[in-house]
Nanobody, 127 residues
Framework: EVQLVESGGGLVQTGGSLRLSCAAS????????IGWFRQAPGKEREGVSC????????YYTDSVKGRFTISNDNAKDTIDLQMNNLKLEDTATYYC????????????????????WGKGTLVTVSS
């Protein structure tokens, strides 16, 4: 059974930082894509950043480029999202998701390209 467990969300002031982690287990897909999506109240779920396990390529949505970094922590076996210089508009529930194959551009297509989802972790940025 595929399990994705997110952690690291919380309350932070604008300009602050948070690090999200996704512990993934229960699958042995070769070349899978794993990433972070977010959904703010009243808005559609959007792809934030995705990572290819096959070739370590990445995707970032424009609004987070230069502020967020996705990485694979092999020691902890997690996919982390380092979020710096947080803005009010980053407030959302952040979800970890996996697709068994593909490229990080799956993030660009929205949630429908991903097959498995975590339950999410809430990030609240306050002024």
């Amino acid at each position: 059974e595929v399990q994705l467990v997110e952690s690291g969300g919380g309350l932070v002031q604008t300009g602050g930082s948070l690090r999200l982690s996704c512990a993934a287990s229960g699958f042995t897909f070769d070349g899978y894509v794993i990433g972070w999506f977010r959904q703010a109240p009243g808005k559609e779920r959007e792809g934030v950043s995705c990572f290819s396990k096959r070739d370590s390529t990445t995707y970032y949505t424009d609004s987070v480029k230069g502020r967020f970094t996705i990485s694979n922590d092999n020691a902890k076996d997690t996919i982390d999202l380092q979020m710096n210089n947080l803005k009010l508009e980053d407030t959302a529930t952040y979800y970890c998701a996996v697709a068994p194959y593909g490229s990080p551009d799956l993030c660009r297509r929205g949630p429908h390209g991903m097959a498995y989802w975590g339950k999410g972790t809430l990030v609240t940025v306050s002024s």
